[in-house]
């Protein structure tokens, strides 16, 4: 067999080589994300047990409300941003490393003025992400008012 | 339990909370490398079952020539270099992805003029680097002799 090691080139946070997907969490509001997975996905990948995906957020932008079993390993790769992470709001800058715990509500925001871009690494087999299925919910999910007026639903 | 997420902040490529430890692969030849083991390692982080690092050559510096059964994620978040990845030498770029199949001889070299850093991501339990025991030893694994010029044992 021929060996599958490759590389698989850039040209300034586009990977020209790969497919540029739809973000999509099915019922979620997001808003102005991009996602590419850069490696864990394809036949020939099969050694690998993670994936790792490049995601940017355009400016004003943010992904869904949401939470899983599966943890994140995400790196800041581009611009800056905050985030929901479980019971607080946080600013995330160029190179912060965000370990997002299993069962951990998150969401991220580009919300200083900047598109934000980043790399987040998962388990190749997980579970889906669960969303708040109303406002109810979402009082449950995030008790703390101030936090609560972050999150995009 | 308090939730364990959390953001380990970057101060330019540098992770102050963190410790840089020593690059070291036994017995092997190497130059000019450290290393961050960014999350994946720490008591608190169990819920992961992959390690993210990050690695930085000095200009002139390069990684030990190495192979093992677990595969590689590189993903080049600074600078750029070459690296002896199975039976070719590659230029890699900034942001290019990298995929070490299990089993592929590789090394990173910044011979281009500039230090080279990279986000490396590895299963958290895996085996450990085997390094060519001798000249003759290398020839078996790069046979090309070509490539074979630009390992460093």
């Known amino acids: 067999m021929k060996n599958p090691s490759k590389i698989i080139r850039s040209d300034n946070l586009t990977w020209p080589d790969l497919e540029r997907k739809e973000y ?9 994300i991009s996602r590419y997975v850069l490696l864990g996905e394809r036949e020939d990948e ?8 490049y995601f940017e957020i355009g400016e004003g932008g943010y992904s ?6 599966h943890p994140h390993t995400v ?11 479980g019971e607080r709001v946080e600013q ?12 951990t509500v998150h969401q ?4 200083r003025g900047e598109p934000m871009g980043f790399l987040c690494v998962v388990d190749r087999y997980r579970d889906r992400p669960e969303i708040p299925k109303d406002a109810e919910e979402l009082l449950e999910w995030i008790p703390d008012p ?8």
């Open 108 to 111: 991220f925001h580009a919300d």
């Open 75 to 85: 790196v800041i790769v581009k611009g800056r941003g905050s985030m929901i992470l």
């Open 64 to 69: 869904s409300l949401e939470r899983h079993r």
């Open 46 to 53: 099969t050694g690998l047990n993670m994936q790792t995906r």
């Open 92 to 103: 995330i800058e160029l190179m912060d490393a965000v370990y997002v715990a299993p069962g």
């Open 24 to 32: 999509k969490t099915a019922g979620a509001g997001f808003r102005d």
């Open 146 to 153: 101030e936090v609560r007026k972050k999150a995009r639903i």
